[in-house]
């Protein structure tokens, strides 16, 4: 993949991730499932309702520097109650 590619695809991402979080009239921060879908989708360039990719998009933001922790926290909790699971690791 090319840096110019590489670079676009940063653009897309800081031009879209600010949608995915809004706040309720307590002042808390909710995640918006359908604009994280629609980041995933500028991104990837493919459309997912797997919730489990959702989930590693997420964290492929956290650690690139697009959530703050409260946010990649409370984005966990929300595709952790729709079904997502981390992978089960075999420890022998």
């Known amino acids: 993949m090319s840096k110019v590619l590489i670079f676009e695809k940063q653009k897309k991402v ?3 991730w600010y949608d995915i979080f809004n706040t309720n009239e307590r002042g808390c921060t909710i995640m918006n499932v359908s604009y994280l879908k629609k980041l995933f989708a500028e991104v990837k360039e493919y459309e997912t309702d797997c919730v489990n ?7 492929f933001l956290y650690i690139q520097g697009h959530l703050t922790a409260t946010e990649f926290r409370n984005s966990m909790k ?3 109650a ?9 420890i022998h």
């Not at 990719?53 to 964290?59: A, G, N, R, S």
């Not at 729709?82 to 075999?90: F, Q, R, V």
């Open 82 to 90: 729709n079904g997502a699971e981390n992978p089960a690791y075999d």
């Open 14 to 16: 800081e031009s879209l």
């Open 78 to 80: 929300v595709l952790e």
């Open 53 to 59: 990719k959702l989930m590693d998009f997420t964290k």
